[in-house]
């Protein structure tokens, strides 16, 4: 229940209470995504999906089924109960629905009867059962779900069982959920079928409760939000009095949660800021108001976030403790700024929009850079604007959206030359190079190219040169001019090496390779692929990683070395999978070929 602002009557809330956003399980959903899709081999697979109760499973798999529908992909669902089924029940109302309903009725005849035929018999009925299902699967993928397999019987387990191997050589993914704290509670017989089914299945998506790293970065937000909350009701002083009890608390925390000694000088240290605090409400000389409980519960949450940061070093690298703790205070920007406070609300997102492009979490940086832009619009900051749609474009043209890409980057652009800022629309004409370059437009790339090269040469700016005569070069050896690229990355290596710029002479070692490839002289080609791949490493870039690793492979592949081509392109793929990346496709069509090729002799080094 709750009361609205002006109102006395109170108000029920009846329905179901849903976020809409999906938060904290995007990887998940990226793989089941990855999997159905693109299934290995174009076979088909059993997904199981296990976790306690209510730790979202129901919710990843409507998530994973609005997914799959809008690629034209319908998922089938049935639903195991609590308190008892009939025998097949979730199976069959799956192939009711995929208009298998004659062999639907013929097997529920036989379960409703009383089923006492023998294991041969049962077998025959099953593999008739699953050609029912096989049938709609030889024109589209199918996905069949079944929820809350903890709670099917037996037989419902044994079909299960069996269809996940009858429905191998099809178009079919079965895909099952079960409560990992109730496998034991379902009898011996059900207990063993589940026990098999997950020891079949192609892959096995667990969920977990939230770890430190994340429990900190929640916090952090929440955090941020009481005090702006606080700043809001309470006087500047009062809050920063009753949050300087932070430290105290930490001492208190660190005994509880970690074990740590504190000697009676630090408890009474403890003691003696709770009386400030005391001092401070003075709870005896006038009402407690309840805005004083925001800083205190601030203060508590700040206390739990460092007692958790030290609990995740011990697990993790300095590396995920940032992302989460960026993750975190975007958060907190948003809310804030959903509540009336926009201003810098756009800034944060663009400070971490490198870092989460090198790590390769785009989904993630589109969506808060659409926060940013809606931020900055708010506000009418031009400059915002620009900067947050600059990042939006290059992080859909990470994702393959070429076309959102354009508009973003084509507004950015525009709010650019508003300001007169020619470094900002240097920069935008970089990402249109990109964007036109992976559209297979390299006469529009190199055309913006050559703009950034103007705009750095009229800013003095070696960095920026070295990068658009990078592009340059790089256009040319597209265009089938490999001589001419040579000469403009050649430049673009020495403006590099002069200012120690890692990443960007890695990525001219990338454009001399390709050059040197497409020049006929392969072993010069690898060597400038290697350079590129060690710097790539260096700087953590994952995405380039694989697209050298991938470059390397084609001119291995060239130089009569299948065998290093095909090992280096299956760690290509490895990192692509990693990042849901559109490429890996590319890659495996790559692997595929090489697999039917017939085999060679690796050449002598």
């Known amino acids: 229940m709750y009361r609205a602002k002006g109102e006395a009557s109170l108000h029920v809330i009846t329905t179901g209470v849903v976020c809409r956003d999906f938060i904290g399980r995007r990887y998940e959903l990226d793989f089941l995504i990855e999997r159905v899709l693109h299934p290995r081999a174009g076979r088909g697979s059993?997904?199981?999906?296990?976790?306690?109760?209510?730790?979202?499973?129901?919710?990843?798999?409507?998530?994973?089924?609005?997914?799959?529908?809008?690629?034209?992909?319908?998922?089938?669902?049935?639903?195991?109960?609590?308190?008892?089924?009939?025998?097949?029940?979730?199976?069959?109302?799956?192939?009711?629905?995929?208009g298998a309903a004659g062999a639907a009725a013929a097997l529920q005849s036989h379960a409703v009867a009383g089923d006492t035929a023998s294991g041969?018999?049962?077998?025959?009925?099953?593999?008739?059962?699953?050609?029912?299902?096989?049938?709609?699967?030889?024109?589209?993928?199918?996905?069949?779900?079944?929820e809350n397999l903890h709670w099917a019987d037996s037989a419902t387990l044994e079909l299960f069982r069996f269809l996940s191997s009858a429905l191998k050589d099809q178009r079919f993914t079965l895909l099952g959920t079960l409560r990992s704290e109730d496998i034991g509670r379902?009898?011996?017989?059900?207990?063993?079928?589940?026990?098999?089914?997950?020891?079949?299945?192609?892959?096995?998506?667990?969920?977990?409760?939230?770890?430190?790293?994340?429990?900190?970065?929640?916090?952090?937000a929440v955090e941020s939000v009481v005090f702006v909350l606080a700043f809001r009701y309470l006087p500047l002083a009062d809050t920063h009095a009753v949050a300087a009890t932070s430290p105290l608390i930490v001492i208190a925390l660190g005994v509880l949660f970690l074990g740590e000694r504190a000697g009676a000088a630090r408890w009474l240290?403890?003691?003696?800021?709770?009386?400030?605090?005391?001092?401070?409400?003075?709870?005896?000389?006038?009402?407690?108001?309840?805005?004083?409980?925001?800083?205190?519960l601030g203060a508590m949450m700040w206390g739990g976030y460092q007692i958790l940061t030290r609990l995740s070093q011990r697990t993790d690298s300095p590396d995920t403790t940032l992302v989460w703790s960026a993750f975190a205070a975007f958060a907190a920007t948003t809310l804030a700024a959903e509540t009336g406070f926009d201003v810098h609300s756009w800034q944060l997102p663009w400070t971490m929009a490198d870092f989460l492009d090198r790590r390769g979490y785009w989904h993630d940086c589109a969506a808060l850079q659409r926060s940013a832009l809606a931020a900055a619009a708010r506000l009418g900051d031009t400059l915002g604007q620009a900067v947050a749609?600059?990042?939006?474009?290059?992080?859909?043209?990470?994702?393959?959206?070429?076309?959102?890409?354009?508009?973003?980057?084509?507004?950015?652009?525009?709010?650019?030359?508003?300001?007169?800022?020619?470094?900002?629309q240097a920069r935008v004409h970089q990402s249109l190079n990109w964007v036109c370059e992976r559209q297979?437009?390299?006469?529009?790339?190199?055309?913006?190219?050559?703009?950034?090269?103007?705009?750095?040469?009229?800013?003095?700016?070696?960095?920026?040169?070295?990068?658009?005569?990078?592009?340059?070069?790089w256009c040319h050896v597209l265009l089938g001019a490999p001589e001419q690229a040579r000469t403009f990355c050649q430049q673009a290596l020495a403006l590099n090496r002069e200012r120690g710029n890692r990443r960007s002479e890695a990525l001219t070692w990338d454009s001399l390779g390709y050059a040197e490839h497409q020049s006929g002289r392969l072993a010069e080609a690898a060597a400038c692929y290697r350079r590129a791949l060690s710097l790539f490493r260096e700087c953590g870039d994952r995405f380039y990683e694989a697209e050298i690793l991938t470059h390397l492979g084609d001119t291995r592949r060239a130089a009569g070395d299948p065998h290093e081509a095909r090992a280096v392109w299956?760690?290509?793929?490895?990192?692509?999978?990693?990042?849901?990346?559109?490429?890996?496709?590319?890659?495996?069509?790559?692997?595929?070929?090489?697999?039917?090729a017939p085999s060679a002799p690796s050449p002598v080094p």
């Not at 129901?58 to 008892?84: D, S």
């Not at 240290?269 to 205190?296: E, K, S, T």
């Not at 103007?454 to 070069?473: H, P, S, T």
């Open 186 to 220: 379902v009898g011996r017989a059900a207990t063993q079928n589940l026990a098999e089914i997950e020891r079949a299945a192609d892959a096995t998506v667990t969920l977990q409760a939230l770890k430190p790293p994340e429990m900190r970065a929640l916090l952090a």
């Open 120 to 146: 041969r018999e049962r077998t025959r009925r099953f593999a008739a059962f699953a050609a029912a299902l096989a049938a709609g699967a030889k024109t589209k993928t199918v996905v069949a779900i079944v």
């Open 269 to 296: 240290a403890v003691g003696a800021g709770f009386v400030g605090v005391l001092l401070i409400v003075r709870p005896g000389f006038r009402v407690l108001d309840w805005p004083l409980v925001l800083p205190l």
């Open 46 to 98: 059993t997904l199981i999906v296990r976790g306690d109760a209510g730790i979202g499973k129901t919710r990843l798999i409507h998530e994973l089924a609005a997914a799959l529908t809008a690629h034209g992909v319908a998922p089938v669902i049935g639903n195991c109960y609590e308190f008892g089924d009939p025998p097949y029940a979730p199976l069959l109302e799956i192939a009711e629905t995929l």
């Open 440 to 473: 297979a437009r390299y006469g529009d790339a190199l055309d913006h190219a050559e703009q950034a090269l103007a705009l750095f040469q009229a800013l003095a700016d070696q960095a920026g040169q070295a990068a658009a005569l990078n592009a340059i070069g």
């Open 570 to 596: 299956q760690e290509a793929l490895d990192i692509l999978g990693d990042l849901h990346h559109a490429d890996a496709n590319q890659v495996r069509v790559k692997l595929d070929q090489i697999s039917r």
């Open 389 to 424: 749609g600059r990042a939006l474009g290059k992080a859909c043209a990470w994702l393959t959206a070429y076309d959102q890409a354009r508009v973003h980057l084509a507004d950015s652009l525009r709010r650019y030359r508003q300001l007169g800022d020619r470094d900002g």
